[in-house]
């Protein structure tokens, strides 16, 4: 399977056992990172900004004071969840957990 290919929804689960931080919910990969200040929330987005540009792969993100909201989906893959994704999102976990950030993925609410 290509890394553009959607993965079907038995494989997003088992790989989110490796990625407690996110879920699948709103048709992506979701979570939120607590951060202990609204300027490690900054940090947070540069970094997860960084990576996106390595990567050539960008989420949506979503800036509430000490709190980031990031869902990855594929563009190229109609929007759907592909690996690139899973990388993204592990590569998302260190960089939050670098910056103090705490996840608490059951407070993503789609269209906040």
Known sequence: MAAKDALPRERIDEALTGLPDWRFSD??????????????ALEVIAAVGRLAEEQNHHP???W????VFIRYTSHDAGGQVTG????AAAGASDAAAAAGAVAEPSKYVPDH
């Open 64 to 67: 509430r004071y000490n709190r």
């Open 60 to 62: 949506d993100l979503d």
């Open 27 to 40: 048709g992506g990969l979701v979570t939120v990172f607590k951060t202990p200040t609204a300027a490690a």
């Open 84 to 87: 690139r994704d899973l990388t």
